[in-house]
């Protein structure tokens, strides 16, 4: 599970997408993150801004707070769960999932987009008796 904050700049995402190019047996230049709200089912892409890479995970980089996908920007100023899917490609460019310098799909799951003023959970309310009954 992935988490971003909702209108924030420059945010990283930690992936295993090596595993997914080894399956795939490719070098992509580029990659396009498509992002679907579960709730309403708009889809969203965007080119990430590939950071850093290993043979454990790849760091990228998108920023939520303009509508730019080009550059490695959405704007995304609510809070909701996405299911995404990263696909490689060799184009810089590309916003489109079927054109022909889409490879195949290498990564997918599901990211949470986080408002930091809407409480997640509560914490319960326990009433721990102070004496010991014991019926023996």
């Known amino acids: 599970m992935v988490y971003l904050l909702k209108n924030t700049a420059a945010q990283l995402l930690y992936l295993q997408i090596q ?3 080894l399956l795939l047996s490719n070098f992509y230049t580029d990659y396009l993150l498509e992002l679907t709200n579960e709730q ?4 969203l892409y965007c080119i990430p801004i590939l950071v850093a890479s290993n043979e454990r995970y ?3 980089e998108i ?12 704007l995304i100023n609510y809070p909701a769960r996405f299911s995404y899917r990263v696909f490689g490609q060799n ?4 916003l489109d999932p079927t054109d022909n310098v889409v490879v195949g799909v290498i990564e997918k799951g599901y990211l949470i987009m986080q408002d930091l003023t809407t409480p997640y959970f509560t ?5 721990i008796p102070s004496d010991i009954a014991y019926n023996g």
């Open 123 to 127: 914490d319960p309310n326990l009433t």
């Open 91 to 94: 184009s810089s460019t590309n």
């Open 40 to 43: 309403t089912l708009e889809k």
């Open 63 to 74: 920023s939520t707070n303009a509508n730019n996908p080009t550059a490695a920007s959405l």
């Open 19 to 21: 595993e997914g190019e």
């Open 58 to 60: 790849t760091t990228i």
